[in-house]
C-alpha cells in the first residue's frame, strides 16, 4: 500500500531562519511521482513540484529546494531565509502512473503546518 | 488561462438537505477529481472521471454522495441527504495525462468548496 508520512505536525520558526520539512513514503511501485503543495490560510492548493521517479537530481527555485533519495523513501523541502509569507500548511504527496498517464490519485501526507514569525 | 472553477465557495446547510457542489475543469484536461478535507481524515480522493467517465469511485464514503460529469468541462458531486459529519472542504481537480513517464502534468486544483452542515 502507497503511504505518505509528514512526521512534523507544525513547525514554528522566525523569520530568516531556514526550516526543512521532512516526507518519508512507502510505494512498491517503480514508477510513481512526488509532490509539493503549500495551503495557505486563504485555503486553496497551490502546486510547489513534481518528482518522477527516475529523478532524483535535487531542485532548488528561489529559497526553496527539495532532496529526493530513494535510498531512504525521503522528499524533503527546505526553506531558505523563510518569511512570513511562507506560513502554510504544506503537504507532501505520491501518485503512481499507473492511471493511463495521469498522476492525479494523489496520497497525500497528513501535512506539515509551518508558522513563521516575524 | 482560467483554473479549475468551483462553485460555491461557500456552502451553509441544514441536515437533510441535498448539496451539490459543481467543477469546471482546465479545457482540455481529460481527467477530474474529486478530493475531501477534514481535520480527521486529511485530504483523500473521493472520486476521478477520465474522459467523463467515472474510473474509481472506491473513496466514495456512502451512497449518499454521487458524482457525474455529462461533459467535458464540467462534473458535479452531490450529497443527498446531507449530515454534519459531511462537513468539509472539497476540492475538484483535473489534469491531462503525460505523454510519457517523464513528462508528465501538473494537477490543478480549485479553490474548494467549504461545506458546512449544521
Known amino acids: 500500500a502507497q503511504k505518505v508520512t509528514q512526521a512534523q505536525t507544525e513547525i514554528s520558526v522566525v523569520e530568516k531562519e531556514d526550516v526543512t520539512l521532512d516526507c518519508v513514503y512507502e510505494?512498491?511501485?517503480?514508477?510513481?511521482?512526488l509532490f509539493w503543495y503549500k495551503q495557505p490560510p486563504s485555503g486553496e492548493l497551490v502546486f510547489l513540484i513534481r518528482?518522477?521517479?527516475?529523478?532524483?537530481q535535487n531542485e532548488i527555485s528561489g529559497r526553496y529546494s527539495w532532496n529526493f533519495q530513494k535510498s531512504t523513501s525521503s522528499f524533503n523541502f527546505t526553506i531558505t531565509a523563510s518569511q512570513v509569507v511562507d506560513s502554510a500548511v504544506y503537504f507532501c504527496?505520491?501518485?503512481?502512473?499507473?492511471?493511463?498517464?495521469?498522476?492525479?490519485?494523489?496520497?497525500f501526507g497528513k501535512g506539515t503546518k509551518l508558522s513563521v514569525k516575524p | 488561462d482560467a483554473g479549475v472553477i468551483q462553485s460555491p465557495r461557500h456552502e451553509v446547510t441544514e441536515m437533510g438537505q441535498e448539496v451539490t457542489l459543481r467543477c469546471k475543469p482546465i479545457s482540455g484536461h481529460d481527467y477530474l477529481f474529486w478530493y475531501r478535507q477534514t481535520m480527521m481524515r486529511g485530504l483523500e480522493l473521493l472520486i476521478y472521471?477520465?474522459?467523463?467517465?467515472?474510473?474509481?469511485d472506491s473513496g466514495m464514503p456512502e451512497d449518499r454522495f454521487s458524482a457525474k460529469m455529462p461533459n467535458a468541462s464540467f462534473s458535479t458531486l452531490k450529497i443527498q441527504p446531507s449530515e454534519p459529519r459531511d462537513s468539509a472542504v472539497y476540492f475538484c481537480?483535473?489534469?491531462?495525462?503525460?505523454?510519457?513517464?517523464?513528462?508528465?502534468?501538473?494537477?490543478?486544483f480549485g479553490e474548494g468548496s467549504w461545506l458546512t452542515v449544521v
Open positions: 472521471f477520465n474522459n467523463n467517465v467515472p474510473i474509481d
Open positions: 510505494t512498491r511501485d517503480t514508477t510513481y511521482y
Open positions: 504527496a505520491l501518485s503512481d502512473a499507473n492511471y493511463g498517464g495521469s498522476q492525479g490519485n494523489l496520497i
Open positions: 518528482r518522477n521517479s527516475f529523478d532524483e
Open positions: 481537480a483535473s489534469n491531462a495525462a503525460g505523454q510519457t513517464f517523464t513528462s508528465g502534468n501538473t494537477i490543478y
